[in-house]
């Protein structure tokens, strides 16, 4: 069953805007972590930010934000002032904490920075 | 910094060829893990592990084994290559506790199989 779902595909955004990518995860268990993680066509897979299943706050990591909203199990990735270089593959994952610390990664979304 | 390594960045087997693609970690991390990507697919996972010798069967399991024998090493084996196995192969390692432990990934392995 899928446990993590990005329904965008891909996306454009103008440069200097603000866009927000999506995400929704499915568990029961009470205890997770969700992460972004940016994937430029280089391959690397560059760690963006995190937000616990107990935080209270909304996670922020510079021009990144996560808007969790648990009730409806969801965890969007908010990036503030696009840049070109913002442009890249773009990964949710949901750790699960009784599963051995394995994680779950949805397909992606493909974001393109319009100069 | 931490730092994964893979062996190779470009492979190119042979149908029927067993192939070995190398991981190693530096920070003494417990977990670690080996996934494919593929266009829309996203990544799925093959096998992890969280301790030496030990291992588990991840999403896609089939056509592939694991070995850990060194804490920081972690080796996928593809028994007998097959074309539908060409793909990016990524391997990614996390310490074994709660909070923000974040995987962190090497530089992937791009694996043709003719």
């Known amino acids: 069953a899928q446990k993590i779902t990005q329904t965008q595909p891909g996306m454009f955004v103008q440069e200097k805007e603000a866009v927000t990518l999506d995400c929704t995860y499915d568990?029961?268990?009470?205890?997770?972590?969700l992460f972004w993680y940016k994937q430029p066509s280089s391959g690397e897979m560059i760690f963006l930010i995190y937000?616990?299943?107990?935080?209270?706050q909304n996670a922020t990591e510079g021009r990144y934000s996560l808007n969790f909203q648990k009730a409806r199990k969801s965890a969007n990735l908010v990036i503030s002032a696009s840049q070109l270089g913002d442009s890249a593959m773009y990964f949710c994952?949901?750790?699960?904490?009784?599963?051995?610390?394995?994680?779950?990664f949805g397909t992606g979304t493909s974001l393109t920075v319009i100069p | 910094d931490v730092k994964v390594t893979q062996s190779s960045r470009y492979l190119v087997k042979r149908t029927g060829e067993k192939v070995f693609l190398e991981c190693v970690q530096d920070?003494?991390?417990?977990?670690m893990f080996w996934y494919r990507q593929d266009p829309g697919l996203g990544l799925r996972l093959i096998y992890f592990?969280?301790?030496?010798?030990?291992?588990e069967k991840g999403d896609i399991p089939e056509g592939y084994s694991v070995s850990r024998e060194k804490k920081e090493r972690f080796s996928l084996i593809l028994e007998s290559a097959s074309t539908n196995q060409t793909s990016m192969y990524l391997c990614?390692?996390?310490?074994?506790?709660?909070?923000?432990?974040?995987?962190?990934f090497g530089p992937g392995t791009r694996l043709t199989v003719l």
């Open positions: 592990s969280y301790d030496v010798k030990m291992k």
């Open positions: 994952a949901m750790r699960l904490t009784n599963t051995g610390n394995q994680f779950y």
């Open positions: 920070m003494d991390h417990e977990n």
């Open positions: 937000q616990g299943s107990y935080d209270q």
């Open positions: 990614a390692s996390s310490l074994h506790q709660d909070g923000n432990n974040e995987q962190f």
């Open positions: 568990t029961s268990d009470p205890s997770y972590g």
